[in-house]
Nanobody, 122 residues
Framework: QVQLQESGGDSVQAGGSLRLSCQVS????????MGWSRQAPSKEREGVAA????????YYADSVNGRFTISQDNAKKTLYLQMNSLKPEDSGMYYC???????????????WGQGTQVTVSS
């Protein structure tokens, strides 16, 4: 299993920005689709953003589209999530994840790290 290490979570006021990072131990067949999911205490886990490395296609949840940007640095084996105009409903534990493929919408992923906490105050 690929090892994933998330970082960058913090507490921020509404309207602020954060940049999450995910260090990937290695690229293989299981990392063709990479991205982020999140879970708030009162909500189910939801896919946030995904990047299909094979094609470069990106996918975003409607709730974050236009505010979040997913990107990667292959040389550093790092995945990023730039989060702007943060809202209180963006609060939750954010997980980096991988799959062999992307399927048109951000998945919750079957392989993920231990997460990084994001708290947005109103």
């Amino acid at each position: 299993q690929v090892q994933l290490q998330e970082s960058g979570g913090d507490s921020v006021q509404a309207g602020g920005s954060l940049r999450l990072s995910c260090q990937v131990s290695a690229y293989n067949y299981f990392t063709n689709c990479m991205g982020w999911s999140r879970q708030a205490p009162s909500k189910e886990r939801e896919g946030v953003a995904a990047l299909f490395r094979s094609t470069g296609s990106t996918y975003y949840a409607d709730s974050v589209n236009g505010r979040f940007t997913i990107s990667q640095d292959n040389a550093k084996k790092t995945l990023y999530l730039q989060m702007n105009s943060l809202k209180p409903e963006d609060s939750g534990m954010y997980y980096c994840g991988t799959l062999p493929y992307c399927n048109g919408v951000p998945p919750t992923f079957g392989n993920w790290g231990q997460g990084t906490q994001v708290t947005v105050s109103s």
